[in-house]
């Protein structure tokens, strides 16, 4: 499975705000790049304080849909799963909605979808995508926040990942690209640049996570 990440970031690399209400940091532009690589996925994924911030559909705009392979999976990866059940989200015909959770936080009757870790701690991220490629994905787009992505970074199972460098400064203890226990000097996760493309006062960078450390 080829596994992508998307964020948009400020200046400080920070991801949201400090009162980490709903926020769109990139422009339209940056919208336009976030809606193509969501027609490239099978199925996008976010974390559950993600999710309560846009309890929607992860869906590309109308006119990229055609590019789509599959009804993607939207998926929302939760330890308490304590989450918005709205019809607008679980009854969209557009989208496949699954819940990745503990097994002790599922309820019986849980109206959607559920793949319940049945282990301890906290749903390994191995697991997550084993299960993700039983149900068929090719090709994962991480739209998490700093919690889920470094988990993600530090299981290596980020393939790449695309940045957009927003121009703003945002400061204070607002959440950042990679939260979670942070890396040291020697496992820090190193990528190289694909490709930038400055348009307006943006900059748009991909990259490839570069497995074994050295750039
Ligand atoms: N600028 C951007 O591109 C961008 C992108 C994504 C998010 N954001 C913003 O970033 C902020 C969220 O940051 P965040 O880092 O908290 O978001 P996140 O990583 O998307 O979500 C964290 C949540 O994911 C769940 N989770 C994390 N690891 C888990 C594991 N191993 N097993 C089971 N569940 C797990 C927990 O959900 P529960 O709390 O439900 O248990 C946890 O609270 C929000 O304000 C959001 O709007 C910005």
Not at 138 to 150: K, T, Y
């Amino acid at each position: 499975m080829k596994v992508v990440s998307n964020t948009a970031v400020s200046l400080d690399g920070r991801i949201n705000t400090r009162e980490r209400r709903f926020t769109f940091f990139g422009s339209a532009r940056d919208h336009a790049r976030m809606s193509r690589l969501r027609a490239e996925a099978d199925a996008v994924l976010v974390g559950g304080a993600t999710f309560r911030n846009w309890p929607h559909p992860a869906l590309p705009d109308e006119v990229d849909r055609p590019r789509l392979k599959t009804r993607p999976w939207n998926v929302v990866v939760s330890r308490s799963l304590d989450v918005p059940l709205a019809p607008s989200f679980l009854a969209e015909p557009a989208i496949r909605p699954l819940f990745v959770t503990r097994a002790a936080a599922v309820e019986p009757g849980f109206p959607a979808a559920v793949e319940a870790w049945a282990g301890d701690g906290d749903v390994p991220v191995g697991w997550i995508l084993e299960r993700l490629a039983a149900r068929g994905v090719e090709r994962l787009l991480v739209e998490a926040g700093g919690d889920l992505l470094f988990q993600f970074l530090a299981a290596d199972a980020i393939d790449e990942m695309h940045v957009t460098l927003c121009p703003m400064v945002v400061g204070g203890a607002a959440p950042t690209l990679a939260d979670g226990a942070g890396f040291d000097r020697d496992d820090v996760r190193r990528l190289r640049l694909i490709a930038s493309e400055v348009e307006g006062d943006e900059v748009f960078l991909h990259y490839r996570n570069v497995r074994g450390g050295t750039a």
